[in-house]
Structures are given as C-alpha cells and as structure tokens.
C-alpha cells in the first residue's frame, strides 16, 4: 500500500506548457527526493530536501524546480516543457536519521509533444 | 566519479529455480546498500538492504551478500516465482543519503 503519492500518473502535454508533478508523503518524512528514469534504465537524482524550505539540486542537471513549504509535499515545476522532459519522473521520501531506504512513489509518465 | 553497475542487462531462469543478480559498485567509502525490485508501471519496490559492516543478510527467500574487497554486491533470489519477473536494482549511499542506482537487470521467470 503506497503512502507516497504522485498525480497524474500520466501527462501528454505540448512544448512550452508550464507544468507541476505533484508528490505526498504521509509517513512524516524529512527527506524527499525526485528521481528521473528512463524506461529500464537507472534512476538520476534530480532534487532533494531534507526538510521544509530546503531544496538541493541533485547529481542530474535538469530545468525543474522544486519547493518544500510542508513537510508532506514536494511538488516539481517545469516552467516550460520540452520534448526532452519526456521521461518518468519518480518521487521518493525516507525518514531523518540512520541508513534507511527511500520509499517511492509510483512516478508520473510525462510526454512533451 | 561513483557509479553502480550491473553485470548483465538481462536474466532468463525457470520457474523454481535459484536466481543471482550481480552489482559491482566503484566507491570504496560506501556504507549501505538496497536492492529494488521495479514492475512496469510501478516505482521501485524495496526487497532487501545490507551494511557495509556485514557480509550477508538474509530475508524471506532473498539474500544479500556484500564483498567489499572486491566492491561486489549479489542478490540471490531462492525457488523463483512468476511474481519475480521485474527489473532489479542495486543501490548504493554515496553519502548524505543520497542513493546512486545501478542499470537494472530485468529478471524473467519462465513456466
């Protein structure tokens, strides 16, 4: 049972669209994380907060941007989409302290026409 | 730079049989590791973790064993059910809890 939320699962929109992937969380974590993936390939890190008005670009460079005003949303914001966005983007969140694993959400299929 | 990766990109097994995935990973410092398991149209689902302080850790019909030696990760997966059938990923801490993934292996049990 998913307690990590993102909407819309899928997205066709056209080039120059600006667009929000939402993301919940309600297990109370700290820490959240954008992932982008591929079909089958690895996932790159795109964005994280380790907590509510911390944001920090990840090891991918990409054109997003992402906001954390509470601790249970993460939302990513694209001001203007492109047909290299077409991508699946994955949200993830792990609680503070400790080695623990990332618990995911199960991703926005994004498609830029 | 780091990097996680995968021996092979794809696995074929019978249904029943032992399963082992493999992961070579290039940082020497990392402490943690996390197997995922990824079914299409789904986010990654975790199976398994381990520390770098062990060598092997064992849960229902998964194991992980950790050769730090050699940087080598393995997931074995015991009697292989259809529901097995998915892309596996290796993960490792490089640190500030930040995870770089491996290239994935897609699994697929065969009747």
């Known amino acids: 049972e998913a307690d990590i939320y993102q909407t819309p699962r899928y997205l066709v929109i056209g080039t120059g669209k600006k667009i929000t992937l939402e993301c919940s969380q309600t297990?109370?974590?700290?820490?959240m994380y954008w992932y982008q993936q591929d079909p089958g390939m690895e996932l790159h890190l795109i964005h994280y907060?380790?907590?509510?008005?911390?944001?920090e670009k990840g090891d991918l460079s990409s054109e997003s941007t992402v906001s954390r005003i509470r601790t249970e949303h993460f939302p990513l914001t694209l001001e203007s989409a492109r047909p290299s966005h077409t991508s699946q983007y994955l949200c993830?969140?792990?609680?503070?302290?400790?080695?623990?694993?990332?618990?995911f959400g199960n991703g926005t299929r994004l498609t830029v026409t | 730079g780091e990097s996680v990766g995968l021996h092979l990109p794809t696995l074929s097994v019978q249904e029943g049989d032992n399963s082992i995935i493999n992961c070579a990973y290039s940082?020497?410092?990392?402490?943690?590791f996390i197997w995922y398991k990824q079914e299409s149209g789904k986010g990654p689902q975790f199976i398994i973790d381990?520390?770098?302080?062990?060598d092997k850790r064992q849960g229902q019909r998964v194991t992980v064993l950790l050769n730090k030696t050699v940087k080598h990760l393995s997931l074995q997966i015991a009697a292989t059910q259809p529901g097995d059938s998915a892309v596996y990923f290796c993960?490792?801490?490089?640190?500030?809890?930040?995870?770089?993934f491996g290239q994935g292996t897609r699994l697929t049990i065969n009747p």
């Open positions: 993830a969140s792990s609680p503070t302290g400790g080695d623990s694993p990332l618990h």
């Open positions: 297990m109370g974590h700290d820490k």
């Open positions: 907060s380790y907590g509510v008005n911390s944001t």
């Open positions: 940082n020497s410092a990392s402490d943690y």
């Open positions: 381990i520390r770098s302080n062990m």
């Open positions: 993960a490792e801490n490089s640190g500030a809890q930040k995870l770089v």
